[in-house]
């Protein structure tokens, strides 16, 4: 399915497993806050990961770049919102 003209299934297998590896040793808690419980999209999104990873396990470490990817897009929307003071709430008198 992926690059099967330039790898053998063992050989993706292998970087699958060497980039799931990399991925638990280096995980943070901000990697939990990824996939929240009780939230559609998640489920939907991990359950087609794990079903395109049984025809291609190149679709692994595909799934981990996406979620890494998610990660900066959202810690970097964040940042920008705890900067623009026109996007901090009001603050009430005292």
Do not use: E
């Amino acid at each position: 399915m992926i690059v099967d003209k330039f790898l053998t299934y063992d050989q993706k297998v292998a970087i699958s497993v060497i980039c799931g590896c990399l991925w638990i040793y280096f995980r943070t808690s901000d990697c939990y806050i990824l996939i929240p419980r009780l939230h559609l999209f998640p489920v939907i999104f991990v359950g087609l990961w794990i079903y395109l990873n049984y025809y291609d396990p190149l679709w692994l470490p595909i799934g981990l770049i996406i979620l890494i990817t998610y990660a900066y897009v959202v810690q970097d929307n964040k940042d920008k919102k705890k900067k623009d003071p026109y996007l901090q709430p009001c603050k009430g008198r005292a």
